[in-house]
Every structure is written in structure tokens, then in C-alpha cells.
């Protein structure tokens, strides 16, 4: 089991702030050194990226570090409204420009920083209520507020969300992280109950989200039929039981074929993955 964050009710918003910086950024490292995961960077490959390197992703998650522990400092005991919102927002912008400075202008963790940030923030707001759904679900209010000063600009996974009208990061988050709380955190813990290794366990979770997720990543790179084929494939392998299976192994490796052969990558699932393993990680005694 990894290691848990456990907030008492002495830490200051500071010491609060530093834990939550810390376990986020670990969060971040652990899905990126996860393997294997079909299409995705991880410790033995890039997957279907050519920009994309496991040493690139561990710095840019150590370059947002700071920028969870400003969401967290920020947001310790207040309510979702409008100024937090903008506050969250601004920060966010901040560790986005922050993060593309340390890649060189390589996107590598935009969605994440929306999710975990988002999450962040909402453990910071009432530290006392850790339970995964109350997070979520604060976390959900701060992202239904409007932000005014946010920039309208064009990203590929916006263009997928129009194109294919599916809901995208926003509205994930806007509806309380379904893909961890109904899918992935159950998951995790089920393969974990029954004997699989802490890294079966977590691509599991991983291939819990796949299985249903309107993945812009995948979207943008191949379509429908490759996000058919994603879905179909990580049905799949949950329903031989999993990768600490044989015939689970077997139907991931196909799977990955497929969608290396698609060249398409579960980037908006990862970055779900991630902030799974902190939500997980985040214990109160």
C-alpha cells in the first residue's frame, strides 16, 4: 500500500499546504512511471508520443509543486465562490505557464493541473472532511463557478468537445469526478482485495476510466472508432479479470497494439489516474 497523507488537527495551512504539494506531485510521478499503460509515456516507453519522455513528465510534475502548494495556502478554509474561483484559476495559469517553461512549450500535464488542482484546492477548504466524495464534490462547486478572467483559447481537447459534442475536463469535474469516485477509487481498491500487486491494482483503475471516458485525447488523435476501440479493449481486460491475470495481460498487450497502431493516447484518463492515487493517498486520523 503507498504511503498516505494523514492531516491532524494541528498542522497549520502551511504544513497543510506543503503535505498536499507533496502528495499531489508524487501523485503525478507514480501515474507516469506506471506501467504498463497502452499508449500512454511510462517506464519502459513514450507510447504513441514523440514529444513525450518519462524524464520530461517527472520534471514537469516537480515544476507544479509549488503551484499546488499556492492552491492549497489560498484555499485553506474558504468557501466555493466567485473569488476563489478566480484565485484557483489564476494559480493555475500561473503553474501552467511555469510548467510549459520547464518542458521547453511541451504540453504535459494541462488537464492535470485542472484536476488535481481542483482537488487540491477542495481538501484545503475543509480538512476535516476527507472523504473522497466530499472532496469531489467541493471540488465540483469551485468548478461550476465562471471564472472572468480566464483566456478563450483553442486546445485540442476543446475542439474535440465541440466536434463530438461529449463532455470534456470541465464537465467531469463540474460533476463531481464520476471516473474516480464510480470507477476508478472502486477499482483500485477491488483489485488491491483481491491479491493484485499495488501496480496491477493502479492499471486496473487506469482501464476502469478507459472503459467509459470520452477521452478528448484519444478523440482528437483517432476519432470514434479509436475511442470504440479503447473502451472495448479495456472492458476487456477488467473482465478477464484484470492484469495480474494471464488472459488479463494477454488483452492489454492487444489492447496496446491497437492503440499504438491508432496512435492514440488515454491522456485525459491519466490524468484521472493521478488524481485517483491522491485522493486515495489522502487519510485523516
Known amino acids: 500500500m503507498p504511503q498516505t497523507l494523514t492531516i491532524g488537527a494541528v498542522l497549520t495551512a502551511e504544513e497543510l499546504a506543503e503535505r498536499l504539494a507533496e502528495t499531489a506531485t508524487q501523485a503525478l510521478i507514480d501515474e507516469a512511471r506506471l506501467s504498463p499503460k497502452p499508449g500512454l509515456v511510462d517506464s519502459r516507453s513514450s507510447g504513441a508520443h514523440q514529444d513525450l519522455t518519462l524524464d520530461l513528465m517527472v520534471r514537469s510534475a516537480r515544476s507544479l509543486t509549488s503551484t499546488f502548494y499556492l492552491l492549497a ?42 484536476a488535481m488542482g481542483l482537488l487540491v484546492s477542495a481538501v484545503a477548504m475543509q480538512p476535516e472532511r476527507l472523504l473522497p466524495q466530499s472532496i469531489a464534490q467541493r471540488a465540483a462547486k469551485i468548478a461550476a463557478l465562471p471564472d472572468a478572467f480566464s483566456p478563450k483559447k483553442f486546445s485540442k481537447g476543446s475542439h474535440a468537445v465541440q466536434r463530438y459534442q461529449v463532455p470534456g475536463a470541465r464537465e467531469e469535474a463540474q460533476s463531481g469526478f464520476p ?68 488472459a488479463g495481460k494477454q488483452l492489454l498487450r492487444h489492447l496496446e497494439r491497437r492503440m499504438l497502431a491508432d496512435n492514440t493516447s488515454p491522456g485525459g484518463a491519466a490524468d484521472l489516474l493521478a488524481a485517483t492515487l491522491f485522493l486515495d493517498r489522502v487519510s485523516v486520523v
Open 73 to 114: 495556502l489560498h484555499s485553506w478554509q474558504r468557501p466555493a465562490d466567485i473569488a476563489l474561483r478566480q484565485e484557483v484559476g489564476r494559480l493555475g495559469r500561473a503553474g501552467e505557464a511555469q510548467m510549459m517553461a520547464e518542458t521547453g512549450g511541451v504540453n504535459t500535464h494541462r488537464g492535470a493541473i485542472w
Open 179 to 246: 471516473h474516480i469516485i464510480d470507477r476508478a477509487l472502486p477499482q483500485l481498491h477491488h483489485s488491491r482485495a483481491r491479491g493484485a500487486s499495488e501496480s496491477e491494482s493502479q492499471v486496473d483503475a487506469l482501464l476502469a476510466v478507459m472503459t467509459t471516458l470520452a477521452d478528448t485525447c484519444v478523440l482528437s488523435r483517432g476519432g470514434l472508432p479509436a475511442l470504440d476501440a479503447m473502451h472495448q479493449g479495456a472492458r476487456a481486460v477488467l473482465q478477464a479479470g484484470g492484469v495480474s491475470t494471464m
